[in-house]
């Protein structure tokens, strides 16, 4: 299973960027999907999930009221929408996938599939 990532580059603080993430096998309905980035210099940290099936998302707070994560089946793939970003949104971006649940979708160590992480780089 490959997951193909698109999206980023070098934007300006409070524009909008879209990343995606397609999923070379399977229905994407059947995975559970996560983003998490990585700044320079710190650790890989989770962002947002959605859970298998369609199901529910979650956020960590920093981003939750200008990231959306959604699925497109026409694609197969998830869509991380980000809008008013700023400077510490500078990251690698990666998506992460697995078949099914997760008792613990934040979890690095849990995903079985990893995308390449396009660079998202927010400077004026």
């Known amino acids: 299973v490959e997951l193909v990532q698109s999206g980023g580059g070098s934007l300006d603080p409070g524009s909008s960027v879209t990343l995606s993430c397609a999923v070379s096998?399977?229905?994407?309905?059947?995975?559970?999907v996560a983003w998490f980035r990585q700044a320079p210099g710190k650790e890989r940290e989770f962002v947002c999930s959605t859970r298998w099936g369609g199901g529910s998302t979650r956020y960590i707070d920093s981003v939750k009221e200008r990231f959306t994560i959604a699925r497109d089946n026409f694609k197969n793939a998830v869509d991380l929408e980000m809008v008013a970003l700023i400077s510490e949104g500078t990251a690698v971006y990666s998506c992460?996938?697995?078949?099914?649940?997760?008792?613990?979708?934040?979890?690095?160590?849990?995903?079985?599939?990893w995308g390449r992480g396009p660079q998202v780089t927010v400077t004026s």
């Open positions: 992460a996938a697995t078949l099914g649940h997760l008792q613990d979708d934040a979890a690095v160590g849990h995903y079985d599939y």
């Open positions: 096998e399977g229905s994407i309905a059947s995975y559970t």
